[in-house]
């Protein structure tokens, strides 16, 4: 009859086993296919690219469309009246402060980071 103590050691004597299985295989001698591998990445045809403008519309498109999706269901009446009155509020020089601060956020900045080489 098996005690606790010699199922815990069973155990702990399997994972071993493995662990020195797959120590075998690593350090294992490669084996020599003949240029097999060789002629048949030969074979396969080249990875086609996709167009840099179709990559970045497969990105901006969904992104588009989930935030519009998203926009849509905003409650814009309880946000809108309290930026109207402060809106009113302004003098004409933060108000061309505003309105360039806000075409940056939401054309220029975007249009920089889709035509970006590094994206």
Excluded: C
């Excluded at 990445?41 to 999706?69: D, G, H, S």
């Amino acid at each position: 009859m098996m005690n606790d103590n010699d199922m815990m050691n069973s155990n702990r004597l399997q994972p071993d086993r493995f662990d020195d299985f797959l120590r075998q295989q690593l350090h294992a001698d490669y084996i020599d296919d003949n240029g097999f591998t060789a002629q048949l990445m030969a074979t396969l045809p080249a990875q086609k690219t996709l167009n840099p403008w179709l990559e970045k519309a497969i990105i901006a498109l969904p992104v588009a469309l989930i935030a519009f999706l998203v926009l849509r269901h905003l409650p814009w009446r309880d946000l809108v009246q309290p930026v109207y009155a402060w809106f009113l509020l302004l003098d004409m020089t933060s108000l061309i402060t505003l309105a360039l601060a806000m075409f940056i956020a939401l054309v220029v900045a975007p249009v920089a980071w889709l035509f970006n080489s590094d994206a």
